[in-house]
């Protein structure tokens, strides 16, 4: 029988051991999403079969697995019906999600046409060039540029690392009015802002970037990243004053050129479904998406 129990930013070493053997290209499979998330999607997890296994439940609050870590061809199978078997018990509308297509794969040459595979559009996640977010160059940024101009021009304006002085306590402060200004009661961004506040005392342990951007010493904006492997950076949380105009392109831009420069992609994560997150990462104009599939199973195969 499976038993899980909830991830803390203390098993950063278990995880590490599993997830450093993969490539992922969505931000699921980041220690820092997980941890960020782990109320809200109530993040668990146990090893089976020396196998990390990962439940959490989505927006909707229904739970799923994640892809296992360290599975083997010979004991995927095996894996495979024990998770069938807690997914009928605990009545679970999805066996995966958060599947990348390469793990899909391998379901596919397994199990045929006892899978059914529905791809999860709303949290595909975007993909850029982190030289073209730097350069903002050509037509099709040409007002990202404008708006980075008029910030460099119009305002007097410092960025600090998160390592100075004051600069947590100011970011977490920061997180905490944007909370209020922007649906406060949301139970999901009420999740968030209790993961910021983790992951800010914890930037060294979790090898994280940050930065905070002043206004007449005021912060205006910040965001936090990590570099996700050879060639993908992540952008985990981007906050910003909507009264400052171009904030949001400027403390993008300085980020990735201060820190995530030396890798090819930045992965800014998913829209959600909501449209004026879907049309702010649009602006940007991705590269490619980064695709995340549902799998169910059909019945027949669960004892077999």
Known sequence: MLTFKPITIDDKIIFDKYLNKYNFNTCEY?????IIWKEGCDVQYTIYDNALIIKKKDFNENYYFMQPLGYTASNLKNIVRELLKYKEEHSMPYLFKDLEQPFLDELKKIYGDNIQIRADIDNFDYIYDSSKLISLSGKKLHSKKNHYNYFVKTYDYKVKDFSEPGVKDDIKKAAENWYEKNNKGD?????????????????????????????????????????????????????????????????????VENYLSNVKYINREQDLGIPGLRKAKKSYHPVKMSEKYCVNFSGAIIYS
Do not use: C, P, Q, W
Not at 30 to 34: C, E, I, N
């Open 30 to 34: 980041s220690f820092t999403s997980l």
């Open 187 to 255: 139970r999901h961004l009420f999740y968030e802002l209790k993961g910021i506040k983790e992951i800010v005392e914890n930037m060294d342990f979790l090898n994280l970037n940050a930065i905070a951007v002043y206004v007449a010493d005021n912060i205006a904006a910040f965001t936090i990243g990590e570099r996700l492997n050879d060639n993908m950076g992540i952008i985990h949380i981007e906050k910003g004053s909507s009264s400052v105009r171009g904030v949001y392109t400027f403390v993008n831009k300085t980020f």
